[in-house]
């Protein structure tokens, strides 16, 4: 039987660099990153789960679209759009139950005129695209951070495999769905030799990348010369997706030089994100 917790709210106004409002409707996730994962050690922290595998056991918020009706036309006027999700993972992979949810609460903002952004590291839903009940406003986008399955099984050990992940998400792009990408957090190569080049070729037909650092993680600062990796990777990022015209982002902090400008981002029409 699948595990539900109860919320006395749900949307939030985000303070991520590129998002609007936010929604997590789910308590942990499946996937099990290790990075750490920063969602994991919050919960943790405040005595939201107990350890690891607490985290490992998703729990559904029950009342999730009860919460909706009655924040939707409070937040309407604010919101841009609703990012899913920070704290979870809204197409967490082998959980039906959240795809169920997630799809639920996609609709339900649609049907309200509200744009929505998603982004996992599990299987998009042929449904996006192949049903008119979700509009073609949204936008979809996946996690790839690495193109090895060793760094995937150490690092997102439960997560989608790296071919179907990316699968998914160009069968939306195909049916004519805006997409993005996040590379994030983008491991140095003290934990994955790699080059950042043939993971933008994999990414070459989505319409955004957003690209930042790996935080949290002792091993990165102990890498020497981390500073220009980052500065280094952030240039082929850019230069990337200038020449194939796609909307780059760079996280703020990634960056040396520049500080006030860290994030760069050309602005797109197409895309519910802000530019910034």
Not at 27 to 42: D, F, S, T, W
Not at 144 to 152: A, R, Y
Request: hydrophobic share 35%.
């Amino acid at each position: 039987m699948t595990k539900t917790v109860k919320k006395k709210s749900l949307l939030y106004r985000s303070k991520v660099e590129y998002a609007n409002f936010c929604i997590n409707h789910v308590l942990g996730c499946a996937h099990g990153c290790r990075y750490p994962c920063y969602a994991m050690l919050m919960a943790k922290r405040f005595g939201r789960i107990k350890d690891y595998n607490d985290w490992l056991e998703p729990k559904l918020v029950s009342n999730a679209i009860e919460i909706l009706d009655q924040e939707i036309p409070k937040y309407r006027n604010q919101i841009d759009f609703v990012h899913l999700c920070f704290t979870t993972d809204p197409f967490m992979y082998c959980h039906p139950e959240v795809e169920d949810l997630t799809l639920r609460i996609i609709k339900k903002l649609n049907d309200n005129a509200i744009k929505t952004t998603v982004l996992t590291k599990g299987i998009y839903p042929k449904v996006l695209a192949e049903t008119k009940e979700y509009g073609n406003q949204n936008t979809y986008g996946i996690t790839l951070v690495s193109l090895s399955e060793d760094f995937k099984q150490r690092f997102e050990c439960f997560s989608a495999p790296l071919k179907e992940r990316i699968a998914s998400l160009k069968y939306l792009h195909d049916a004519g769905l805006k997409t993005w990408a996040s590379i994030e957090p983008y491991p140095p190569p003290n934990l994955v030799k790699q080059d950042v080049s043939e993971i933008l070729d994999a990414l070459s037909f989505v319409d955004r990348i957003i690209f930042g650092k790996m935080n949290y993680n002792f091993k990165v600062n102990s890498f020497a010369g981390i500073a220009n990796f980052y500065e280094d990777c952030a240039n082929t990022v850019i230069d990337f997706c200038r020449k194939k015209k796609i909307e780059p982002h760079i996280k703020k902090g990634t960056r040396i030089e520049n500080k006030t400008t860290n994030n760069v981002s050309t602005p797109d029409s197409r895309f519910p994100l802000p530019s910034y």
